[in-house]
Nanobody
Framework: QVQLVESGGGLVQPGGSLSLSCTASTNIFRANTMAWFRQAPGKQRELLATITSAGNTNYVDAVKGRFTISRDNAKNIVYLQMNSLKPEDTAVYYC?????????????WGQGTQVTVSS
């Protein structure tokens, strides 16, 4: 069974924080690099952060220093701690596996979780 379930989104004021979670089925999570993405209205989905099964992380410049990706390999959960949020962070956030070799995410996507940053 293929499953990705994101949660933790909501409405937050600029400068605030949110913590997102993504529970993945074992066939997606196991031994794979996992990643967080977001898609704002009218824009393409963009990669934000990745984490290997060993815990090595990468971030795009737009979120570096503000967002932290982590994972719990025993529970098949990947997290995204988001601090110092800005209005431009408003988007639907998704997780998925990621392949640096082919620079591509998995074909299956969950429903995502909406993050709105507004005063």
């Amino acid at each position: 069974q293929v499953q990705l379930v994101e949660s933790g989104g909501g409405l937050v004021q600029p400068g605030g924080s949110l913590s997102l979670s993504c529970t993945a089925s074992t066939n997606i999570f196991r031994a794979n690099t996992m990643a967080w993405f977001r898609q704002a209205p009218g824009k393409q989905r963009e990669l934000l952060a990745t984490i290997t099964s060993a815990g090595n992380t990468n971030y795009v410049d737009a979120v570096k220093g503000r967002f932290t990706i982590s994972r719990d390999n025993a529970k098949n959960i990947v997290y995204l701690q988001m601090n110092s949020l800005k209005p431009e962070d408003t988007a639907v956030y998704y997780c998925n596996k990621w392949s640096w070799a082919i620079r591509r995410a998995g074909d299956y996507w969950g429903q995502g979780t909406q993050v709105t940053v507004s005063s």
